[in-house]
Nanobody, 116 residues
Framework: QVQLVESGGGLVQAEGSLRLSCAAS????????MGWYRQTPGAQRQLVAR???????NYEDSVKGRFTISRDNSKNTVYLQMTSLKPEDTGVYYC??????????WGQGTQVTVSS
């Protein structure tokens, strides 16, 4: 079992920035992929950004050019740098880890609220 602990959420004004962190309880060096998802009330959890060990990175279209995902294997941590935030970025952000293609784990979520 892998524990994922998110931090860095909060309330920010539109056009502001936040950096989310996700600390894993185990080494992520060989993890197949890690990423961030967002969920709003009444909606399904949606992919925001995902980074693979091989280097491939995927972003949801609305965050391209504004959000940057990165991973620091030495700290077992994945980051999501969010800039030019918009009210529609508001939601609970969940850290996601896929150590192998056949299993996955989720963090408890951190709230991000962007005011207009």
């Amino acid at each position: 079992q892998v524990q994922l602990v998110e931090s860095g959420g909060g309330l920010v004004q539109a056009e502001g920035s936040l950096r989310l962190s996700c600390a894993a309880s185990a080494s992520i060096f060989r993890y197949h992929a890690m990423g961030w998802y967002r969920q709003t009330p009444g909606a399904q959890r949606q992919l925001v950004a995902r980074i693979y060990t091989a280097g491939t990175i995927n972003y949801e279209d609305s965050v391209k050019g504004r959000f940057t995902i990165s991973r620091d294997n030495s700290k077992n941590t994945v980051y999501l740098q969010m800039t030019s935030l918009k009210p529609e970025d508001t939601g609970v952000y969940y850290c996601w880890a896929r150590p192998t293609p056949w299993n996955e784990f989720w963090g408890q979520g951190t709230q991000v609220t962007v005011s207009s």
